[in-house]
């Protein structure tokens, strides 16, 4: 599943590999991009990566989302079972890296 959306200016590409994504996740990420969007004016798109291996045990996800602004793209990926919490951990790697720019 792919979608692309623009929020607070700023372009959403979500790539979700092999699964759909309910409306309650499409809802976190969107508030994750406008949560992250107060420490920047200069992020331009959102590159967000959803991924469910059902192959392993345990930690079976995956959120991986990178950032649009100039100079180097933050960055930030993690793994676990919770899309919600993934979201979240990852919104705070990537607001520590925003805060260093």
Do not use: C
């Amino acid at each position: 599943m792919e979608y692309t959306e623009n929020v607070t200016g700023i372009k959403i590409n979500v790539q979700a590999v092999d699964i759909s994504i309910d409306d309650d996740v499409k809802d976190t990420i969107r508030k994750t991009v406008t949560r992250l969007s107060r420490f920047s004016d200069k992020i331009h798109w959102a590159d967000i990566y959803l991924e469910d291996k059902t192959e392993k045990t345990t930690q079976q996800k995956q959120v991986s989302i990178r950032l649009g602004v100039p100079g180097n793209d933050p960055f930030a990926s993690n793994y676990g079972d919770n899309f919600h919490a993934l979201l979240t951990d990852v919104e705070d790697k990537l607001r520590r890296q925003l805060e260093k720019l």
